[in-house]
């Protein structure tokens, strides 16, 4: 049977100040009306049942997940450690062939705006049968709308089936020339949903993932703790995925964007006239282009362009919206006193 599991760890740093450790941006409601976890649920339940529906998170966020997406309490999934997507994957997988010996296995992310949910689920239907028939390791590779430097690339290769073709190359975060050529190619966006049968997953582990398939011991015993003390944290783009041969990549034509940045939110809200998107008591004068949240206090943005403006948990960060993916650097230079928060 198809499952799903639902990576919803992280603190959302790149959203400060208004996520915190106990408040992530997968509660919050960055994209809509729904957290952006309670989004992807609902994406993946016409799906899958709620009973094949696994969810890894951590400690400080679980509880609230929980209550947020109604979730079966033995399909919360909390890593004693945050030890990257690979180790959090095998162990989703591992528990649904434990309970299902033909479990096949998709995996997305918490945080995604999936605007279209119905072309979202042809695109993993696809992705798992994909998998069940080619018995592969699947990506789904995004029809791009721009050269966006932010995302990963997936070159497809030679076809093995009308909808499916191997993967001939994974880049990483190109330049805007390079992404733009790579378009020009036929590249597409490596998205971050991947489809697997248990089965080949954790034997593609055990050959290429050297950083975990050691701790396989633990996870037959039971031991999850002692599996996240013994692996090295590592992606399963680049623990798995870029040294497997067993990888098969299918187009998905669906609106997506991974709600990344500040600057993201003046892509996936509908922004007025002059292009501004806003929420809370927001006043906007001769603005243009910008993102501007308020939590508590009215906010006045008059006669700019272009900027992130947010009020959230006693602190205020101005921007410009094409400096927001190195709010991360830009935080690392705080005192801890400023940037930390409870």
């Known amino acids: 049977m198809f499952w799903v599991t639902i990576l919803a760890g992280g603190s959302g740093s790149r959203f400060w100040p208004l996520t915190r450790p106990t408040h992530p941006k997968q509660l919050l409601p960055l994209a809509g009306p729904l957290a952006t976890a309670k989004a992807a649920m609902e994406a993946v339940l016409p799906l899958v049942g709620k009973d094949r529906i696994l969810l890894v998170t951590g400690a400080a966020i679980a509880e609230r997940l929980a209550l947020e997406l109604e979730l079966l309490p033995e399909n919360l999934l909390i890593e004693p450690r945050a030890a990257s997507t690979a180790p959090a994957l095998v162990w989703a997988t591992h528990v649904a062939r434990s309970r299902d010996p033909s479990a096949v296995v998709l995996s997305m992310h918490a945080d995604w705006h999936l605007p279209d949910p119905d072309a979202f689920r042809a695109a993993a239907r696809k992705g798992l049968e994909t998998a069940r028939t080619l018995d592969r390791l699947v990506t789904t590779g995004i029809t791009p709308t721009r050269p966006e430097t932010g995302y990963g690339y997936v070159l497809p290769g030679d076809a093995l089936s009308d909808h499916a073709w191997e993967v001939a190359?994974?880049?990483?975060?190109?330049?805007?020339?390079?992404?733009?050529?790579?378009?020009?190619?036929?590249?597409?966006?490596?998205?971050?949903?991947?489809?697997?049968?248990?089965?080949?997953?954790?034997?593609?582990?055990?050959?290429?993932?050297?950083?975990?398939?050691?701790?396989?011991?633990?996870?037959?015993?039971?031991?999850?703790?002692?599996?996240?003390?013994?692996?090295?944290?590592?992606?399963?783009?680049?623990?798995?995925l870029e040294r497997s041969r067993n990888v098969a990549v299918v187009r998905g034509d669906y609106p997506w964007d991974d709600i990344g940045?500040?600057?993201?939110?003046?892509?996936?809200?509908?922004?007025?006239?002059?292009?501004?998107?806003?929420?809370?008591?927001?006043?906007?004068?001769?603005?243009?282009?910008?993102?501007?949240?308020?939590?508590?206090?009215?906010?006045?943005?008059?006669?700019?362009?272009?900027?992130?403006?947010?009020?959230?948990?006693?602190?205020?960060?101005?921007?410009?919206?094409?400096?927001?993916?190195?709010?991360?650097?830009?935080?690392?230079?705080?005192?801890?006193?400023?940037?930390?928060?409870?």
């Open 169 to 240: 190359e994974f880049i990483e975060k190109p330049s805007a020339p390079v992404a733009r050529e790579l378009i020009g190619r036929g590249a597409l966006w490596n998205g971050g949903l991947f489809a697997w049968s248990a089965d080949r997953l954790l034997s593609e582990v055990r050959a290429h993932t050297p950083e975990v398939s050691p701790a396989f011991s633990a996870l037959d015993e039971g031991e999850i703790d002692r599996f996240f003390a013994e692996v090295t944290p590592i992606s399963i783009d680049e623990g798995l």
């Open 261 to 342: 940045t500040w600057d993201a939110l003046g892509r996936v809200r509908t922004p007025d006239a002059a292009g501004n998107v806003s929420q809370g008591v927001v006043h906007l004068v001769g603005a243009e282009n910008c993102v501007v949240w308020s939590e508590s206090v009215p906010v006045v943005v008059a006669s700019v362009q272009d900027l992130v403006v947010v009020e959230a948990n006693g602190r205020i960060l101005v921007t410009h919206r094409s400096k927001a993916a190195s709010l991360k650097q830009v935080l690392e230079a705080l005192p801890p006193h400023v940037r930390e928060l409870e």
